[in-house]
C-alpha cells in the first residue's frame, strides 16, 4: 500500500483506490452502506471529507456547521465558503482538534446529524 500525495494520510489499496490510513475502514466489520465505517457521520468525515476531497456540512445541537477541504488546509468556515473561522494542517487534524460546544468533533461524531458532502 503506498501512500498519496496530498496528505500523509491518504493511501492506497491494493486494488487502486485512496483511503484513510488514519481512520482506516472497515469493510468486514462495518459493511459497505457507509464506506467502510459504523454511520454516515464517519464515512462522510474520514472519507469523503478526508480523503476524497469534499467540503462538509452538518447539524450539532441545532446549529449547522461547514467544513471547507483545501489541497492544503483544512477549516471550519461560514456557510458560503468565504470566511474561515478556524484552519488546520489538514482535515484528519480538523477532525481531531475542532472544538465544537466544548467537546473535539472526533469525540461527538456519532452524535452530528444531518452530515452531507457538498
Not at 461560514?78 to 473535539?104: C, K, Q, Y
Amino acid at each position: 500500500m503506498e501512500k498519496y500525495d496530498e496528505f500523509p494520510y491518504i493511501g492506497i489499496d491494493g486494488r487502486g483506490y485512496r483511503y484513510n490510513t488514519a481512520y482506516p475502514p472497515d469493510n468486514i466489520r462495518e459493511g459497505w452502506g457507509y464506506n467502510g465505517y459504523r454511520n454516515n457521520a464517519r464515512g462522510v468525515l474520514f472519507y469523503d471529507f478526508a480523503v476524497m476531497g469534499y467540503d462538509v456540512e452538518f447539524l450539532f445541537a441545532g446549529k449547522r456547521y461547514y467544513l471547507l477541504y483545501e489541497k492544503d488546509h483544512a477549516a471550519l468556515c461560514d456557510s458560503r465558503f468565504s470566511t474561515e473561522f478556524e484552519r488546520f494542517d489538514n482535515p484528519v487534524s480538523l477532525i481531531e482538534n475542532l472544538r465544537i460546544g466544548g467537546s473535539r468533533l472526533i469525540d461527538i461524531i456519532d452524535d452530528l446529524e444531518e452530515v452531507e458532502p457538498m
